[in-house]
């Protein structure tokens, strides 16, 4: 398909974008949108999020590590508080059976 059946392209500027590992990406924008270019890019290569200014790029976030849903509980409650816990619970359904345990 040639420029007839597509229209004529809308002039384009590149703009440097510089992450911290020195990665530059050139991505294109039109003219009358290089004014609105965003202030960072993604650097396609590492991730890392890159600034125009090529000495001062813009650090990478910092990421918490994953942390399970039990991580979250011991955060919250101490061993004691889980032993307690966990007792009650034991006695209710106890309670609740009328105190008898299966056998194998």
Known sequence: ??????????????????????????PSFA???A?????????PR???PAG????NPPSPSKNEP?????????????DEDGAAILDEALAALRARRGGRTTGA
């Open 1 to 26: 398909m040639g420029e007839a059946e597509r229209g004529d392209a809308a002039p384009r500027i590149w703009i440097s974008y510089w992450c911290a590992n020195g990665h530059e990406t050139r």
């Open 31 to 33: 003219e009358e949108a």
């Open 35 to 43: 004014e609105e270019a965003p202030a960072t890019w993604d650097c």
């Open 46 to 48: 590492c991730g890392f």
């Open 52 to 55: 125009q200014d090529q000495e």
């Open 66 to 78: 994953y942390k399970t849903h039990l991580a979250y509980v011991k955060e919250r409650r101490s």
